[in-house]
Nanobody
Framework: QVQPVESGGGLVQAGGSLRLSCAVSGNFFSLLTMGWYRQTPGKQRELVAT???????NYADYVKGRFTIFRDNAKNTVYLQMNSLKPEDTAVYYC????????WGQGTQVTVSS
């Protein structure tokens, strides 16, 4: 069973930083493509960043240069380092694990105040 669990959200002022973590249970982490998505009320969930098993990363244009996704296979954990945060980054951030199927965490709230 693959179960992502996010942590690290919170309230931060514009221009500040946060690091989100996503720990994944099970023995398949090194085989998983991992991603971070976000969602605000009334809107569809949108891609933030992904990282493949080989470490290839992909970012949405609106976070390029500010956010960094990286993974630690020894710890079964993927991270999202968020710098230069903007109020429009406020959302619930979800961790996604993909291996044939998609597995989602429960989400963690990030609020950026102006």
């Amino acid at each position: 069973q693959v179960q992502p669990v996010e942590s690290g959200g919170g309230l931060v002022q514009a221009g500040g930083s946060l690091r989100l973590s996503c720990a994944v249970s099970g023995n398949f982490f090194s085989l998983l493509t991992m991603g971070w998505y976000r969602q605000t009320p009334g809107k569809q969930r949108e891609l933030v960043a992904t990282i493949t098993i080989r470490g290839t990363t992909n970012y949405a244009d609106y976070v390029k240069g500010r956010f960094t996704i990286f993974r630690d296979n020894a710890k079964n954990t993927v991270y999202l380092q968020m710098n230069s945060l903007k109020p429009e980054d406020t959302a619930v951030y979800y961790c996604n694990a993909h291996l044939y199927n998609d597995y989602w965490g429960q989400g963690t709230q990030v609020t950026v105040s102006s």
